[in-house]
């Protein structure tokens, strides 16, 4: 069975601060990773996807096939970025379309 | 664009009523859509996928016939908790896929319900 896992529930860091929030997946088949960031108040929205290869808001991930992983960097922190971030599995086959979520990290950005 | 819509946001109910959960595509329309629970400080636990004009596959552990998923048009699925206990107290949210996306994954989040059973 497919998980996804977010090791840190809370990160913080200071303004300017690299940060990496870590996810790790198991899945036998090929993968679609995704990361979702939920701010303050507001609805979850996909912030990047590993198919894409882009950076948005100044935010990347690759991902390792070989350590299962997709970690989202960021060089510099913003307060802004401050909000709960959860990496997702898509799976495909007879589970087209459907995500699995990790536990989400909490990320709080200080001045 | 991309608006789901849910209402209510909020609800209290008390034990052993039932309470309906409506998800609204507002400006696209919705082949999929799904529902998931979200524990406090915890992830989103998928429930069902629902498919306009057909029945809803539940995930494993989730009993069917306590929340009730109807998909009558494709921009509107609801949820309906029947029977409802303190412990179905919880954030529900949905995510509706539009019609002819890009992904397969391509789904757009809902505010999510804040469901209270006293």
């Known amino acids: 069975a497919q998980r996804v896992t977010q090791p840190e529930k809370l990160l913080s860091v200071f303004k300017g601060a690299p940060v990496e929030l870590k996810c790790n997946y198991s899945?036998?088949?090929?993968?679609?990773l995704f990361w979702y960031v939920q701010y303050s108040r507001q609805r979850l929205q996909l912030l990047l996807r590993h198919i894409s290869r882009e950076s948005i808001k100044g935010f990347t991930a690759d991902l390792n096939k070989g350590e299962t992983s997709f970690h989202l960097k960021k060089p510099f922190a913003q307060e802004e970025d401050s909000a709960m971030y959860y990496c997702a599995l898509g799976t495909g086959g007879t589970s087209y379309g459907k995500l699995t979520f990790g536990q989400g990290t909490i990320l709080t950005v200080h001045p | 664009g991309a608006v789901v819509s849910q209402h209510p946001s909020r609800v209290i109910c008390k034990s052993g009523t039932s309470v309906k959960i409506e998800c609204r595509s507002l400006?696209?329309?919705?082949?999929?859509m799904f529902w998931y629970r979200q524990f406090p400080k915890k992830s989103l636990m998928l429930m069902a996928t629902?498919?306009?004009?057909?029945?809803?596959?539940?995930e494993q552990g989730v009993e069917k016939d306590k929340f009730l998923i109807n998909h009558a048009s494709l921009t509107l699925s609801t949820l309906t908790v029947t029977s409802a206990h303190p412990e179905d107290s919880s954030f529900y949210i949905c995510?509706?896929?539009?019609?002819?996306?890009?992904?397969?994954?391509?789904?757009?989040f809902g505010p999510g319900t804040r469901l209270t059973v006293t």
């Open positions: 899945y036998s088949g090929s993968p679609e």
């Open positions: 400006d696209f329309q919705a082949t999929t």
């Open positions: 629902s498919n306009e004009g057909s029945k809803a596959t539940y």
């Open positions: 995510s509706a896929r539009p019609r002819g996306g890009g992904s397969s994954y391509e789904q757009y």
